[in-house]
């Protein structure tokens, strides 16, 4: 067989074979003549973790004008989340921690960082906010998101003013290499929130009662614990100084006809005051009861009835003086109490 | 005598049960300034919180000049019982709703008056008591309204002066051709 023959013989016999090879062995081959060349291409890409994107801020908790103190489950304003993902060069899983301080108004008191909860499912559970990182959720997709819910309980009796706090999220990753492992976002004065005053009042319902007397009594006590004395308590949610007022209405018989006017009703006050060493006030001073409170006045019905502050028991003690001919039978009325605001009505 | 009294006394405890209501209102306030000749409608929000034991059934009713302008979603609620007086855990809440509706013409300048929450006075002694809680509206009417026209009207309002500037313009024209 010439040399000619030869090669065409082969040529034919591998076109013959040919049909058995696939695309692969092609570039299998390819390779190995790269190979064999000695121009590898060998490229590595690191994990990389690109910056955090956090969209919805600040956690604004004030609703509306501001909030009261005393009640839990504020939610965040506007949106009730963070949402928080990573810039496009994230190319790795990754894991978020988070957490925050302590919220200050301008007067320097405090709403604890532990008031602020949060979760990732807008459910009720929710974890407290702390001031050292708290780890929310592992192995995040490159390219998910996350939607942090926020909480707020503002504590019974919190001053009012606008409170500012921070917050800080943490992202990192096993995965990315060590120059771009960890990301941090600083919102700094993000929490923040409005408390508006708030006052309260507690009174027992006992009524006053001054039990069975004759006709033409002077200056009957009232029955024990029902009027002496009778305790008002300015509530504990209370959050500025308050004055403390009480009228009432004459007295009806039966039918409904007035029969005993409010001014045969004395009360005169004892008041214990927890945030003062002097353990009683009196002003010796008795009070005819009236149909309404004073149109002005530079404090409450007493002069240690003005400016109390919260969680101050304030006591009364109740006379009636039945000097009218003619009475029998039973009659009853109402008295009220009310708190204003330390120097409202003026 | 000292017998009808033994009686007396145990009828009042047994019918009267010491139990406290706790109500707490927020804000104290609201200051309110709306334009002249502009009609307006604001809403607010009043918080008001029980924190003792038992629920307590809260009225409400409007005093004062403010009260022509005031309308409240209810005048009656029952608030649930919260944690006790001297507890730290948050109280149970309700938020009135309150719409201040100021007509276009109002003769004054300065409304006032307030909101008031009342408990139902307790019954079985002579004075029955109750508590009271207040919020003040201050209501100004402020400075007049600008006119303010919808941007349609500026608009067909440019165009005319164009076409009176421009007939204008042509009648001279026509006049100096002549």
New interface residues.
Partial sequence: MSRENSILFFIIFLASFSIFFKLTDFVLVGAQLENIRGTTANVTIKGVLDNIVVEEYPVNFS???????????YTKQNLPYLNISLGPLTNVRWNISINGTNMVNENGNIITVENIFFNTTNHPDALSLSNIHQELEYEIEPHDFRLIYFYL?I??GAANGTYYGDIWVYVWSNEASEDSNNKTWSGLSNTTVTV?????????????????LNPGVIGAKA?DN??WP?NI?V????N?PVDLYIN?TD?VDESGVPSIGSKN?TYYNYTHNQYDLIPLLSDSVTHTLNNTRPASSTHGDFENWGAIPNSTDVFSY?N?SLAIPGLKGS???????????AG?IE | MKFKILIYLFLLCFFILPTVRALTVSPDHFDITVEKGKETEITEYIQIMNSATNPVNVYITVSGSISEFISLERDEFNLPAGPGPHSDLPRTAEFVKLTISVPREVPESKYSGEVVFSDKPTTGGVLGTSVQLGVRINLNIGTMAKAEFPIYVTIMIIVLIILIILSIVKERMRRFNE
């Fill in positions: 609703f509306l004008n501001g909030n009261a103190p005393g009640f839990g489950n309980t504590p019974v508006k005053i708030a006052i309260g009042i507690d009174w027992s319902l006992k009524p006053i009662d001054f039990g069975i029955l029902y009027g009778t308590t509530d504990r949610n209370t500025v009432g007295l009703i109740w009636i009659y009853y009325g109402n008295v009220t109490a009310r708190i204003f605001v409202e």
